[in-house]
C-alpha cells in the first residue's frame, strides 16, 4: 500500500511543485489559479464524508485499486485541457484530480489501523505520511533534471521538455501503482459491514461526536492557514523572487528530503518525549519560519532576502510536516477504534473544505491586492491558534490515557501497562 502510494504521488508531488507555474505560463493570474486550484477541493468536500461512512467493515483493497487507475487517468485529462486552454475542461479536471486522490487519502489511515500492529502504528503512520515527500523528492528532482535537458529525442521524434511534457512523463511513471495495489492484501475490518444508508441513520448513535468535534477543531485551524500558503508558494517564489519550474523544483526537492527525513524521525520522538513536545515545538518552530518568510518579501530588494527565504522555506516545511504523523495518530488513539473510518473521512474533508475557502480568500486578498507577506501572517496567527487548541486536546487525551513521554510520573511497571490506554 506504501508502495503504491509513492508512485500515485508522484503525480501530486510534480503539479503541486510545478503546475501552477504551468498554468502562469498559459497565461493565467494569481487570481484565476486560485479559483482553478479551489475546485480541487470541493469534489472532495462533496464526497470524502460519505465515502467515510461507506467503507466501514468494507474491504479496502479495491478502493486503492481504483485511485490507482483514476489517478493518471485524472491527471491526464486535466494536463490536456491546459494545454488546449478549455477553462471549463480545466475546472472538471480538477474536480476529478481531486476526488481521485481523495480515495486515496480516505482509505489509508483506516488501512494502517487494520494491518499494522499496536507496538508499530506509529512507524506505520510515519511511513506513509512521508511517502508524499519521498515522492515530491523524486518528482522535484526527475522536473529538475529533465528541465537541464530541454529536449530529448525518441524514436526520431523530438521532445521539448516543457512542464508539459514533463508532467505527462511523470504520469506514466504513476500508473505502475496498479501492478502493486494487485499485490496488496486486504486487512480485516473493525468492524462489521453494513449498507451505507444504516451507517448513515447509525451517524447520531454509533460515533462520539464530542470526542470528534475535538480533534477536528485543531485541525480546521491549521488547514485553513496551509490553505492560504501552500498551494501557492510557487508562486510566491516566482513572483518575488522570479524563480522557475526548473529552480523551484530543486529547492522543492531538497525541501522534500528533509521532510522525508523528519516524518521518519518523529515517531522516535514521540515514544521518548511524548505529544506534547512531538506536536507543539515542531509546530510553533515551523510558524516563527514562516514569519520570517513572509518578511524576505519586505526585504526582497536586498540580495540576501532570496537566501533567507529559502532557508525559511526548507526549515518550515519539515517542521509543519513532522508533526502530522503524529497529530493524525493522536486523533486516531483519541476517538477510539470505532471512530476511525469516520475521522479519516472527515479529516479530508475539512482539509479540502478549509482548501477550499481558503483558496477562494487567497483569490479575492490577492485580487484586492494584498501582498504574499500579508496572507503568509494571516496563516500564521491561524497556526498559533490551532496550536493552542493541540495543546487543549493533548492535556485532555493524557488525563485519560497518560503517555511515558509526557507524564511527569516515574516510569514505574503500573504505569507501562497504562501506557497504550
Not at 259 to 271: E, Q
Not at 308 to 333: C, D, I, Y
Request: hydrophobic share 55%; aromatic share 14%.
Amino acid at each position: 500500500m506504501v508502495a503504491a502510494a509513492f508512485l500515485i504521488h508522484l503525480i501530486n508531488g510534480a503539479y503541486v511543485l510545478i503546475l501552477n507555474i504551468y498554468l502562469r505560463k498559459k497565461g493565467y493570474a494569481d487570481e484565476q489559479i486560485a479559483q482553478f486550484v479551489s475546485f480541487r477541493f470541493l469534489g472532495i468536500l462533496l464526497f470524502a464524508f460519505p465515502l467515510g461512512i461507506y467503507i466501514k467493515g468494507k474491504a479496502l483493497r479495491p478502493f486503492f485499486m481504483a485511485s490507482s487507475i483514476l489517478v493518471p487517468l485524472c491527471s491526464l485529462f486535466l494536463l490536456l485541457s491546459i494545454q488546449s486552454g478549455n477553462e471549463t475542461n480545466i475546472t472538471l479536471g480538477f474536480i476529478l484530480w481531486g476526488l481521485s486522490f481523495m480515495i486515496l487519502s480516505v482509505c489509508g489511515l483506516p488501512y494502517i489501523m487494520r494491518a499494522a500492529p499496536e507496538e508499530v502504528v506509529s512507524e506505520a503512520i510515519s511511513l506513509n505520511f512521508s511517502m508524499w515527500s519521498l515522492a515530491a523528492i523524486v518528482s522535484g528532482s526527475m522536473i529538475n533534471l529533465l528541465s537541464r535537458m530541454k529536449e530529448i529525442r525518441i524514436m526520431n521524434h523530438l521532445f521539448i521538455l516543457d512542464e508539459f511534457h514533463i508532467m505527462l512523463f511523470i504520469i506514466g511513471l504513476s500508473s505502475f501503482s496498479i501492478i502493486l495495489v494487485l499485490l496488496m492484501k486486504e486487512a480485516k475490518p473493525r468492524s462489521a459491514s453494513s449498507h451505507f444508508l444504516n451507517n448513515f441513520k447509525a451517524l447520531r448513535s454509533d460515533y462520539d461526536w464530542k470526542l470528534i468535534g475535538r480533534v477536528l477543531i485543531p485541525n480546521m485551524l491549521i488547514a485553513v492557514g496551509a490553505g492560504l500558503t501552500i498551494p501557492f508558494v510557487n508562486l510566491f517564489f516566482n513572483s518575488v523572487f522570479k524563480l522557475d519550474s526548473e529552480q523551484f523544483s530543486l529547492i522543492g526537492a531538497i525541501t522534500a528530503g528533509f521532510v522525508f527525513l523528519s516524518t521518519l524521525f518523529i515517531p522516535i520522538i514521540r515514544r521518548r518525549f511524548g505529544f506534547k513536545v512531538a506536536i507543539l515545538i515542531p509546530q510553533s518552530l515551523a510558524i516563527f519560519f514562516l514569519v520570517i518568510l513572509a518578511f524576505t518579501q519586505i526585504a526582497s530588494v536586498y540580495s540576501w532576502a532570496f537566501y533567507l527565504a529559502v532557508a525559511a522555506f526548507m526549515l518550515r516545511q519539515p517542521l509543519m510536516n513532522m508533526a502530522g504523523p503524529v497529530t493524525s495518530e493522536l486523533g486516531m488513539k483519541y476517538v477510539g477504534a470505532r471512530n476511525q473510518e469516520l475521522i479519516s473521512a472527515m479529516s479530508s474533508s475539512i482539509w479540502s473544505a478549509s482548501w477550499f475557502i481558503s483558496a477562494k480568500v487567497f483569490q479575492e486578498l490577492r485580487r484586492l491586492d494584498l501582498e504574499y507577506f500579508q496572507i503568509f501572517f494571516i496563516t500564521a496567527a491561524l497556526y498559533s491558534v490551532g496550536v493552542v487548541f493541540y495543546y487543549l486536546l493533548i492535556n485532555d487525551y493524557l488525563r485519560q490515557k497518560p503517555e511515558s513521554g509526557d507524564s511527569p510520573l516515574p516510569l514505574e511497571l503500573p504505569l507501562r501497562g497504562m501506557e497504550r490506554g
